[in-house]
Nanobody
Framework: QVQLVESGGGLVQAGGSLRLSCVAS????????MGWFRQAPGKEREFVAG????????YYVDSVKGRFTISRDNAKNTGYLQMNSLKPEDTAVYYC????????????????????WGQGTQVTVSS
């Protein structure tokens, strides 16, 4: 059983920063790509960022390019999403997830491609 536990969300003013963490159980975290999604009320779940199994390649949706950074520390079984210059439109519940297929690349935009999900963490950006 794989568990992903998220932390780091909160309330921040526009222009501020947050770093989300996603801690995975088990010793095989390093073999799997992962992604971050977000979902605002009344909207579809959106693929925000992805990172390959080895951390060598990354993807960002256009709306967060230059502001968000996805990374991973396999020694700590942890993925991160650093969010800078936050905007009110970034307000959402953020989820980390693990790609189903071992040794995958960075681009997996559909939720069905993931087998394990974090519990979600609320990010609220005030103006």
């Amino acid at each position: 059983q794989v568990q992903l536990v998220e932390s780091g969300g909160g309330l921040v003013q526009a222009g501020g920063s947050l770093r989300l963490s996603c801690v995975a159980s088990g010793r095989i975290f390093s073999s799997y790509a992962m992604g971050w999604f977000r979902q605002a009320p009344g909207k579809e779940r959106e693929f925000v960022a992805g990172i390959s199994w080895d951390g060598g390649t990354t993807y960002y949706v256009d709306s967060v390019k230059g502001r968000f950074t996805i990374s991973r520390d396999n020694a700590k079984n942890t993925g991160y999403l650093q969010m800078n210059s936050l905007k009110p439109e970034d307000t959402a519940v953020y989820y980390c997830a693990r790609v189903r297929t071992v040794y995958s690349g960075y681009y997996h935009p559909h939720p069905a491609e993931y087998d394990y999900w974090g519990q979600g963490t609320q990010v609220t950006v005030s103006s």
